[in-house]
């Protein structure tokens, strides 16, 4: 058994210690408890914001050259770390050993990325309309930024936000999931450690409490968000009421389309890792098979065959292929929807209710004949949960794709280079792949959603500066 790690908030370069509020239980091994932490108040919140807005101006004087370094270093001690990392959040959330790995390698290729673009901030020049007039365009940091991540990705989601918001000068006040905030801790440690000036990554933790109070602080000047539609919907408001600017990354109800003319392994490789790798608990994650009636049967029996063969178990075995999700209450939240699923009469063909799994542990459960409207078609279920949509054809199958509220990725299994064209111009998603997994995306490329999943400017790639930065426009005559 390995010791509870007990948690302090960092703050102005020094550990604040409170009251224990809350807790995390290892999903995998109910007897481990991983850690227990303090919950932000006000006075925390008002005092990191502070903090922050000095290591603005000390960003400002550090310089481009030094933020690179400092970025770079980071990501070189990931890369270094990445073992002990990965355990850590293994035994936190669940997540698979070789999946936690991959993320912390993801993390840190975020943080090499931008350490070049710190240095390709770069404005532009216009001649005027105005005789003998110029216009300069630049891009300034915005200031302190409040980071609120979720806990499916512990270390790529606060990666892909702190970042760039250092490459542009920007300070973050970070209120990580309470569920993966051991290894939020540990990601802190290795930021703290880069040389950059105190407050430029302020940590608070706390459950939604905490986050409220960041988001409802002064001298923040913009919020970068990543979890449910529900939150995302309350942190907006509250960044409205402030007048500050705000981006938010939220769920999905992801489909993926597959045609008759589909490659059949293609098809199953791609439902399988999107509907159940990292446990269903992806933003992108498949929940919606949307499949023609020629390859519907053939496609049914081989993913099932596929996904009989998945080894679940110990996320810390090399060889596991789904741990468990991150949470009990997780498991209780996502029991309750396939309930409901299997009483307004939705026949599970695997997993499903019957299934049961000891702790954290959720059978891959696949329905078939689901239905457009029900829960199935139109509530995210973060979990290892997918739904067959039996189509006649393309046509058919792009209405029930669109027809949902939210709008992260959709996926097309074809050979048809027609269908395959068509549907990119008509899914109604930010992400779209073709002979691909849902999930799964290039921490160079930007990334997002439309509908109610995303709100505000795309966050990766050469996208993320829109946010961090504010654009400027001078004209200047010289007289
Ligand atoms: P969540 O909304 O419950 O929590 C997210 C964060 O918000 C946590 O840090 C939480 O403590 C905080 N929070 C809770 N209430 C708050 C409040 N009132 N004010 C401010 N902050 C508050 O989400 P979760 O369960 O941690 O994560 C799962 C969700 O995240 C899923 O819906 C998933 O689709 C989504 N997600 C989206 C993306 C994306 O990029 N689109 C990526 C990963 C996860």
Redesign the pocket.
């Known amino acids: 058994m390995t010791e509870t790690i007990r948690l302090a908030h960092h703050v102005g370069g020094r550990a604040v210690d409170g009251a224990m509020t809350f807790s995390q239980a290892s999903p995998s091994n109910p007897d481990d408890l991983v850690v227990e932490g303090p919950e932000a108040d006000a006075a925390l919140v008002a005092e990191a914001v502070a903090n922050a807005r000095s290591a603005v101006d000390a960003l400002d004087q550090v310089g481009i050259e030094a933020r690179a370094d400092a970025l770079s270093r980071i990501g070189r001690t990931l890369l270094a770390n990445a073992d002990r990392l990965a355990l850590l959040a293994t035994r936190e959330t669940g997540k698979t050993i070789n999946d936690a790995k991959g993320e912390v390698v993801r993390a840190a290729r975020t943080f090499d990325f931008f350490a070049g673009e710190a240095l390709r901030n770069i404005g532009e020049r216009f001649a005027s309309t105005r005789p003998g007039a110029m216009v300069e365009v630049d891009y300034a940091p915005v200031g302190v930024v409040a980071a609120?991540?979720?806990?499916?990705?512990p270390f790529a989601?606060p990666a892909w936000k702190i970042a760039p918001a250092i490459a542009f000068g920007n300070a973050v006040v970070w209120?990580?999931?309470?569920?993966?905030s051991a290894s939020a801790d540990a990601f802190r440690a290795i930021l703290a450690e880069a040389g950059l000036p105190v407050g430029t990554v302020e940590m608070l933790l706390?459950?939604?409490?905490?986050?409220?109070a960041?988001?409802g602080a002064d001298g923040v000047d913009a919020i970068s968000?990543?979890?449910?539609?529900?939150?995302?919907n309350?942190?907006v408001r509250?960044a409205a009421e402030k007048g500050v600017r705000a981006q938010m990354?939220?769920?999905?109800v992801n489909g993926l389309i597959i045609l008759d003319d589909a490659n059949l392994d293609v098809a199953v490789d791609c439902a399988i890792n999107g509907a159940y790798f990292n446990a269903g608990?992806?933003?992108?994650?498949t929940s919606r098979i949307i499949i023609t009636d020629g390859i519907a049967d053939r496609f049914i029996a081989a993913f099932i065959e596929r996904a009989k063969a998945l080894k679940i178990g110990d996320p810390r075995d090399p060889q596991t292929q789904i741990g468990s999700l991150?949470a009990f209450k997780?498991k209780t939240l996502i029991a309750s929807q396939v309930e409901q699923a299997e009483a307004a009469g939705f026949k599970p063909l695997i997993g499903g209710s019957a299934d049961a799994r000891p702790h954290a542990f959720f059978a891959p459960t696949l329905f078939d004949n689901a239905a457009p409207a029900s829960l199935l078609g139109q509530e995210?279920i973060?979990g290892p949960v997918a739904g067959i949509f039996r189509v006649r054809d393309f046509e058919e199958a792009m209405t029930v794709l669109n027809n949902n509220r939210y709008g992260?990725s959709s996926s097309i299994c074809t050979r048809s280079l027609v269908h395959a064209e068509q549907f990119k111009r008509r899914a109604r998603t930010g992400m779209r792949m073709v002979n691909m997994p849902t999930a799964g995306a290039d921490y160079h490329a930007p990334?997002?959603?439309v509908g109610i999943?995303?709100f505000g400017p795309r966050?990766q790639g050469r996208a993320a500066r829109t946010f961090y930065t504010t654009l400027h426009t001078t004209y200047q005559l010289a007289v």
């Open positions: 609120i991540t979720p806990w499916n990705f989601i209120k990580p999931s309470e569920i993966a706390g459950a939604g409490g905490a986050g409220a960041l988001t968000f990543t979890g449910s539609v529900a939150t995302g309350r942190v509250a990354e939220m769920g999905g608990q992806r933003c992108t994650a991150a997780q995210e973060f992260l990334f997002g959603g999943s995303s966050e």
